[in-house]
């Protein structure tokens, strides 16, 4: 079975670790991590991810710049984007049907299960 | 007398001068004059009075605009600080989930270890939550509200506590009060916190006594941009009150006399700026048979525009949803 490959953009080194293990160690998933977003969209052309998870708030480019840059790129316009983020208010993303600008949102912290049951959802 | 001071007395130049031109005999007319002249004073003093207590009410105003602009200040720092230690409780919770997996973890003692970290998690969660209520920028959707009706579904919201701590409710709630524009979901916030505060300084059970009212008018508190009444709801308990010399600290973040778990010191800080924001205040007092009496004072209606009213310091979430630029997003 081919893995997914998964391309996550977080600013906080210890997430992006986090990610990558939990998600290699279910056999089914290829990560690569990338902590600053212009190498974040670098790393996009060259690994062509099968989904990509973005942080919001992040130094160089926010998670929305980095979206709106992936969906201006021909090859990657179609990729799905999950935003894994610190910056949600308590019931903002459940408000908004749990998507924020488009894409669907995940609050930091969440569990590992949550975060591979949205991951799943938006592979099919 | 000056010529400003006589100027400030009605009628005191012109009565002299009609006196003089009636022609009365002059002990009269200085008897007059002098009558005249006491009342004047009357007047003087009583004006000092009204300009006294108009100065004390704006120095009380400015006193809150200042509380207002630092709770922005610290408001921003709390979305900052919660952003930060939300991103840290994430990489500890995947790496207890992580952990969790390992067969390692079969061990009791390193079960009971990812256990009590599991928890931590989670309590340092519902700190981080209360910060985010205290300093997050949300909407004010200000409606016409029956105070006694939001009152209700505070004490039901609390309605654990109560039972809990064995306390009897007492209710005198005003009838025919005037409705009141206020946001419902934060305006329970309000009284969920006081509740709550009274409940745990009542462990021993105890009474707590629910009063609504309109303020009378003569009231110095009495003063309302938007013009119509002030109501009042009045929360007393029976409780073991305030310590004189921590009255003062009550209303500022992170001041709390509870073990670590029971409080974070926010409620009443979050109460105060939910209350402000309907331009309203709230005093908290000792009561002369000990406990605790809270006054939340509202005006019943809020200035035009009276829809919204926004918390500064933004989330940088709002961008996502419309055209993109990085202003007003917080950069760590
Ligand atoms: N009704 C009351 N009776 C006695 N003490 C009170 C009462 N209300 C508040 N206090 C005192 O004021 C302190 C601050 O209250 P506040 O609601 O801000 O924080 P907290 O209750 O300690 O924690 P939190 O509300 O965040 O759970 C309390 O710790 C307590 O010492
Ligand atoms: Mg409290």
Not at chain 2, 99 to 105: G, Q, T
Request: glycine content about 10%.
């Amino acid at each position: 079975m081919n893995k997914k490959r998964i391309l996550i953009i977080d600013d906080e080194p210890g997430i992006t670790l986090m990610v990558k293990l939990m998600l290699e160690q279910t056999g089914e998933y290829e990560v690569r991590e990338e902590n600053r977003s212009t190498e974040g969209l670098n790393a996009a052309r060259e690994f062509k991810p099968d989904l990509v998870i973005l942080d919001v708030m992040m130094p160089d480019l926010d998670g929305g710049d980095v979206a709106a840059q992936l969906k201006e790129d021909r090859q990657l316009k179609g990729t799905p984007i999950v935003y894994l983020t610190a910056a949600l208010l308590p019931g903002e993303a459940e408000a908004n049907g749990g998507m924020i600008g488009g894409h669907p949102a995940i609050p930091k912290p969440v569990s590992e299960e949550v975060l591979i049951a949205v991951i799943q959802k938006n592979l099919e | 007398m000056s010529q400003q001071t006589a100027a400030l007395i009605p009628g005191r130049d012109e009565g002299l001068q009609t006196e003089t031109a009636c022609g009365t005999p002059i002990e009269d007319r200085l008897l007059t004059a002098e009558g005249r002249l006491f009342q004047s004073q009357k007047e003087l003093v009583a004006a000092m009075v009204v300009a006294e207590n108009s100065h004390e009410e704006l120095r009380q105003m400015q006193l809150q605009l200042i509380d207002a602009e630092r709770m922005e200040t610290a408001g921003c720092l709390g979305m900052g600080v919660a952003h930060e230690i939300k991103n840290l409780l994430a990489v500890l919770g995947f790496g207890i989930d992580y952990l969790s997996k390992s067969p390692a973890s079969a061990d009791p003692g390193i079960q009971s270890t990812l256990n009590i970290m599991r928890d931590s998690v989670k309590r340092g969660m519902v700190i981080v939550r209360g910060l985010v209520d205290f300093s997050a920028p949300r909407q004010l959707e200000f409606k016409a509200r029956d105070i006694n009706a939001v009152i209700e579904s505070s004490l039901l919201l609390s309605k654990h506590e109560f039972v809990a701590n064995h306390i009897v409710i007492h209710r005198e709630l005003g009838q025919g009060l005037p409705s009141v524009e206020l946001d419902d979901y934060k305006m329970s916030q309000v009284f969920v916190n006081v509740f709550i505060n009274a409940a745990h300084a009542m462990s021993h059970g105890g009474r707590i006594m629910l009063r609504t009212y309109v303020l009378p008018s003569e009231s110095a508190k009495n003063f309302s941009p938007a013009g119509g009444a002030r109501i009042v709801a009045q929360i007393d308990d029976t409780g073991h009150g305030i310590p004189p010399d921590k009255l003062e600290q009550v209303f500022e973040p992170f001041f709390t006399t509870k073990p670590p778990g029971k409080g974070n010191g926010l409620g009443l800080s979050v109460v105060r700026q939910v209350v402000t924001l309907h331009g309203g205040r709230i005093d908290i007092r000792n009561r002369e048979g000990g406990g605790v009496s809270v006054t939340v004072t509202l005006p019943e209606r809020q200035p035009e525009p009276a829809t919204a009213c926004e918390l500064p310091c933004g989330t940088g979430l709002h961008e996502l949803a419309g055209p993109r630029h990085s202003e007003g997003v917080y950069h760590p």
